[in-house]
């Protein structure tokens, strides 16, 4: 059974910058594709990024230039740079891993910017 797990979140100040990362139980390389969602209260998941097996990346143009998705194959994990955080980046951030038809999702870590 895959398993994903999420640290990194917290609370930190507009301007600020906070690491996501999400340990996979297994190679990194036995997915499709992984990638970060988030879910700020009243809204629908979305997604931030993404990174496919072969490294092409994938950002929602609210992040664009801000965010960073990068992996480190020899650790299983997959991390999400994120800077000059604005209170709307406030929300549940949530790791999602693809094989094939079938999606893996962590149990999210909270991330709360202040204004």
């Known amino acids: 059974q895959v398993q994903l797990v999420e640290s990194g979140g917290g609370l930190v100040q507009a301007g600020g910058s906070l690491r996501l990362s999400c340990a996979a139980s297994?190679?990194?390389?036995?997915?499709?594709?992984m990638g970060w969602y988030r879910q700020a209260p009243g809204n629908q998941r979305e997604l931030v990024a993404d990174?496919?097996?072969?490294?092409?990346?994938n950002y929602a143009d609210s992040v664009k230039g801000r965010f960073v998705i990068s992996r480190d194959s020899a650790v299983n994990t997959v991390y999400l740079q994120m800077n000059s955080l604005k209170p709307e980046d406030t929300a549940d951030y949530y790791c999602?891993?693809?094989?094939?038809?079938?999606?893996?999702w962590g149990q999210g870590t909270q991330v709360t910017v202040s204004s």
């Open positions: 297994e190679n990194l390389f036995n997915f499709n594709d």
């Open positions: 999602r891993a693809r094989i094939l038809r079938t999606f893996y």
């Open positions: 990174i496919n097996v072969g490294g092409r990346t």
